[in-house]
């Protein structure tokens, strides 16, 4: 199965600082996903990576995927307090055998001070 | 308009009785999902529905029973509620099972067991 580990487990970043959280696969990835979830509410679609090398951006947040597809980091640039919550990265699962099922890595929890 | 809503929000019941979340997704969605969150904020995939058909059924105990009326709500119900059924239950809908699905989250449901 799918090992997926995220590093570190929690972070506290003074505000308007960057910061990097990252997703190892114990496998090769078919893609990758990564979600945000705010305190006391659902997750949030982040966004979704699938080529090695791959980079998106969404805002001040910046993921990439490496070249083997095995790691993943998820880069913030100058912190705000919304930035704050649990991210999560996730496997694409490999189609419609799967039932596409999206299970997550443990989560980073992030804080941000003011 | 909230686009998958569950109720109730939180939920605090007696070990031993039987209870219900309610799901429902105003998206068009073909797939719903049940996830739990334990205390870690481990986030676990229960369940998936894709136009009323089971298709993910994880190893979850045979009291936890989803229920699919229509493509547009996936109940959960348990029965005899255990200690460490306590944690936070997410629903989330998605277009299709092909794996390239982005996964839309209600709010949670935090149910405590006494």
């Known amino acids: 199965s799918q090992e997926l580990e995220q590093s570190p487990q929690s972070l506290i970043v003074q505000e308007g600082k960057n910061l990097t959280i990252n997703c190892t696969s114990s496998k090769t990835l078919y893609g990758l996903y990564w979600y945000k979830q705010k305190y006391g509410e659902g997750l949030i679609f982040l966004m979704m990576?699938?080529?090695?090398?791959e980079e998106k951006s969404h805002e001040k947040i910046t993921a990439k995927l490496d070249e083997k597809k095995q790691q993943s980091s998820l880069h913030i640039t100058a912190s705000q307090p919304s930035h704050a919550g649990i991210y999560l990265c996730g496997p694409r699962p490999r189609g419609r055998e799967y039932g596409n099922k999206l299970v997550f890595g443990a989560g980073t929890i992030l804080r941000v001070k003011s | 308009d909230t686009a998958v809503s569950q109720t109730p929000k939180y939920l605090v019941t007696q070990m031993g009785n039987d209870k219900s979340i309610k799901c429902e997704q105003n998206l068009g969605h073909d797939t719903m999902y049940w996830y739990k969150q334990d205390s870690k904020k481990f986030l676990k995939i229960m369940f998936s529905?894709?136009?009323?058909?089971?298709?993910i059924n994880e190893t979850v105990p045979n009291r936890f029973s989803p229920k699919s009326p229509d493509k547009a709500h996936l109940n959960l119900h348990i029965n005899s509620l255990e200690l460490g059924d306590s944690a936070v239950y997410f629903c989330a809908s998605s277009l299709g099972i092909g794996g390239n699905e982005k996964l839309f989250f209600g709010s949670g449901t935090q149910l405590s067991v006494l």
């Open positions: 990576l699938q080529k090695g090398g």
């Open positions: 529905y894709n136009n009323k058909e089971l298709i």
